[in-house]
């Protein structure tokens, strides 16, 4: 059974760093497409981050300069470092892996509030 597990959200005040994780269980994670979305309260679901099997990244211009997305293959880890943060980030994460279908995981909230 695939599973992805989020983790790291939380409140932070404007101008600060969060760093994401998500663990990926039960696929091969190395190889995968994987990305981070996004999803404020009364708005669809939004593109932040991918990162391909060719090692290419993109970005959401909303977060690009800002945010980082990278993998650990040797502990089926996808990360997302968030810098510089705005009250406009505030939702909840989630993060996808493409592999035959689509997997998500359950998100984690981030709150950027003063």
């Known amino acids: 059974q695939v599973q992805l597990v989020e983790s790291g959200g939380g409140l932070v005040q404007p101008g600060g760093s969060l760093r994401l994780s998500c663990v990926v269980s039960g696929s091969i994670f190395r190889g995968t497409t994987m990305g981070w979305y996004r999803q404020a309260p009364g708005s669809q679901r939004e593109f932040v981050a991918g990162i391909y099997p060719n090692g290419l990244k993109k970005y959401a211009d909303s977060v690009n300069g800002r945010f980082t997305i990278s993998r650990d293959n040797a502990k089926n880890t996808l990360y997302l470092q968030m810098n510089s943060l705005k009250p406009d980030d505030t939702a909840v994460y989630y993060c996808?892996?493409?592999?035959?279908?689509?997997?998500w995981g359950q998100g984690t909230q981030v709150t950027v509030s003063a």
């Open positions: 996808k892996m493409a592999v035959g279908r689509e997997y």
